[in-house]
């Protein structure tokens, strides 16, 4: 019988989650950022990066108190990232992208509140039974 242990799920949760800020410092501040080709399609880059990260994060840390830290942690990266963003001189500052990054937290914390837990979802089908060859 194959499964998941807890311990083992958290830190893969742990390990992508990371994996996804060092994703979002890379694209922040590269000098050739990927286009999105729609109108202000950066502004949506942001917001969707940022949603995605909140939800994400959101899933280790259940609590409300800890989501509001989660919330207001991703929010001042966001604006410490175009802070940073006007230091390199080779991005622009804007502060569009800094609501854009709130909207995206909001949204997601929003999304995480009213969704089941994903990661104890994901931890309770580990624990079933995974068969190793097929039984035919």
Do not use: C
């Amino acid at each position: 019988m194959n499964s998941f242990s807890p311990a083992l799920l958290r830190r893969l949760w742990l390990g992508i989650g990371w994996f996804g800020i060092a994703l979002l410092f890379y694209l922040s501040l590269t000098p050739q950022p990927p286009e999105i080709p729609v109108e202000h399609g950066d502004k949506f880059g942001h917001a969707l990066a940022y949603a995605v990260l909140m939800y994400w994060w959101a899933q280790l840390l259940v609590g409300t108190r800890q989501r509001w830290w989660l919330a207001a942690g991703l929010i001042g990266l966001g604006i410490a990232i175009e802070y940073v963003q006007r230091w390199t001189g080779v991005r622009t500052f804007d502060y569009f992208d800094m609501l854009a990054d709130a909207v995206g937290v909001t949204f997601g914390g929003v999304l995480a509140a009213f969704t089941p837990n994903l990661l104890v979802r994901v931890g309770r089908l580990g624990n079933r039974p995974v068969p190793l060859a097929d039984s035919h």
